[in-house]
């Protein structure tokens, strides 16, 4: 559980709309007894669903540059998973899938 990155400037995706505090996110990695993992990013959304997004493999990543590469475009694109990046990392071997959930 963390912060969205700010390395890319101020971007107002990064607050919530109090503008001062910080959006979380949290990453979950999920390990099947067939071997099979799943990791999860749910990203902090207000009066709207969470957003969160699924990705496999079945070849082994670098799931921390994954996942930094995905929040800071995220950021970037004011809080859409960029269809650019997710194409690209599918062409690596990572199948994602977005999800819409709301908060408990």
């Known amino acids: 559980m963390d912060a969205l990155p700010k390395e890319v400037g101020e971007r ?20 099947m007894m067939n071997g099979r993992q799943f990791n999860i990013i749910e990203v902090e ?23 930094n590469h995905l929040l800071m475009n995220l950021v970037n694109a004011s809080g859409t998973w960029s269809i650019k990046s997710l194409t690209y990392f599918e062409g690596q071997g990572v199948k994602a899938r977005i999800l819409l959930g709301k908060f408990l």
């Open 12 to 31: 107002k995706f990064t607050k919530i709309s109090d503008g001062i505090t910080k959006r979380g996110y949290v990453i979950a990695e999920v390990f």
């Open 45 to 67: 959304r207000e009066r709207r669903s969470l957003s969160t997004l699924i990705l496999s493999s079945l070849s082994r990543q670098d799931w921390d540059t994954i996942y």
